[in-house]
């Protein structure tokens, strides 16, 4: 037998027997196989690809600047279930700070869809990397970044003269969550 092909890389089997196209993208491919007296037929073939990897990551910050109560919102779609989920710490020399692997129900056409919260992460920048069951991988950068800092500002007056009770401060706090205890 003799082939043509439409593309791809071709091998054939010494004998005539056997060909195959490899590294394919996606598409349509054409083969028309040739006999030793002329006579051919051909096959049309699809090479399809699953839909990327959609990755939403929403970070919520600590309430305070000084504890370690964020967490991360990581939703994920489309890709294959189940999926390993990597989030790496602020820090460098960091090791992964979660290692999940998350086998959700699958719908339909067997692609998954998943939605998971990490949390107790400090205020700094996170990388969360996806893997499918196929070996498909997204990576997305989140900061978590405390946007309720408490910001003291002061005006003073000194004491005018040694000895008097004449000064005063002026304290005027922003940020944080109301109210307020002085």
Do not use: K, R
């Not at 054939?12 to 056997?18: K, P, W």
């Not at 999926?83 to 090791?95: F, K, L, Q, S």
């Amino acid at each position: 037998y003799t082939y043509t092909w439409s593309g791809g890389t071709i091998v054939t089997a010494t004998d005539g027997s056997v060909s195959n196209a490899t590294g394919l993208s996606p598409g349509t491919y054409t083969v028309i196989v040739t006999d030793s007296v002329s006579c051919s037929d051909t096959a049309t073939f699809t090479i399809t690809e699953p839909p990327q990897i959609i990755l939403n990551v929403t970070a919520y910050a600590s309430a305070c600047s000084d504890t370690c109560n964020g967490y991360i919102d990581i939703a994920v779609d489309s890709g294959f279930a189940p999926y390993d989920i990597i989030v790496y710490g602020p820090n460098p020399g960091d090791t992964a700070a979660l290692i999940l692997n998350i086998n959700d129900t699958l719908y339909g056409n067997g692609m998954g869809s998943v939605s998971y919260v990490a949390g107790f992460f400090c205020n700094g920048i996170y990388t969360v990397v996806v893997t499918d069951s196929n070996g498909c991988t997204v990576i997305a950068d989140v900061e978590l970044v405390d946007t309720n800092q408490i910001v003291l500002t002061e005006t003073h007056v000194n004491v005018a003269c040694n000895g008097e009770a004449t000064g005063s401060i002026d304290l005027t706090v922003t940020g944080g969550f109301p109210p307020v205890t002085y």
